[in-house]
């Protein structure tokens, strides 16, 4: 069946930096895009990349560019997220998600999500 | 950016009664509208989408309707299990995708 484990999370002081792996099976990696969707315990959700099936383009929300890289290792079935120059309001669990069914743009499988925690 | 607002922000109900969860966008988005449920501590879950279909193994009792920029999530005769938080999320041509912000359902 279809999963996405994360891993990766942790505790990290401001200005840290973290990376987070999202391990794929059950499905054809390479023939998906991907994303990572993030929330702030009790709030809401937020959208944070994307990355194309082949990993060759790539898209960020406003409040992580510059700062966080997604990558995506065909081979290994592994979707990543580098993040650097962390930031207390980047606390938050990482889900990684996929659309495997449906239109474009919505997601029919998440991961269990990976907490970060920024703080001093 | 197309903003998503939810309402309300908590539904008190009891067991085999119906919700309605409402969700607004600043602007039209046509039929391009995700409804996915949320329980303490797990993933969201794809319940609705493209505003009225319903995903796999979704029961019937979940229903989707609106268009352009208003949008209702029924839930009729709520089970146990259906007392979580209930996103909207717009597809649209992201980046960058939206969501609302929640409406919980809690049993009363």
């Known amino acids: 069946q279809v999963q996405l484990v994360e891993s990766g999370g942790g505790s990290v002081k401001p200005g840290g930096s973290l990376r987070l792996s999202c391990v794929a099976s059950?499905?054809?990696?390479?023939?998906?895009?991907m994303t990572w969707i993030r929330q702030v315990p009790g709030k809401g959700l937020e959208w944070v990349s994307y990355i194309s099936n082949t990993g060759s383009t790539m898209f960020y929300a406003d409040s992580v560019k510059g700062r966080f890289t997604v990558s995506k290792d065909n081979a290994k079935k592994s979707l990543y997220l580098q993040m650097d120059s962390l930031r207390a309001d980047d606390t938050a669990v990482y889900f990684c998600a996929v659309n495997l069914r449906y239109s474009y743009g919505y997601f029919d499988y998440w991961g269990q999500g990976a907490l970060v925690t920024v703080s001093s | 950016e197309i903003v998503l607002t939810q309402s309300p922000d908590t539904l008190s109900l009891s067991p085999g009664e119906t919700a309605t969860l409402s969700c607004r966008a600043s602007?039209?988005?046509?039929?391009?509208l995700a409804w996915y449920q949320q329980n303490p501590g797990q993933a969201p879950r794809l319940l609705i989408y493209?505003?009225?279909k319903r995903a796999a193994g979704i029961p019937a009792r979940f229903s989707g309707r609106g268009s352009g920029t208003d949008f209702i999530l029924t839930i009729s005769s709520l089970e146990p299990e259906d007392f979580a938080v209930y996103f909207c999320q717009h597809r649209g041509n992201w980046p960058p995708l939206t969501f609302g912000g929640g409406t919980k359902v809690d049993i009363k």
């Open positions: 602007q039209s988005v046509s039929d391009s």
């Open positions: 059950g499905f054809s990696f390479s023939d998906y895009y």
């Open positions: 493209d505003a009225s």
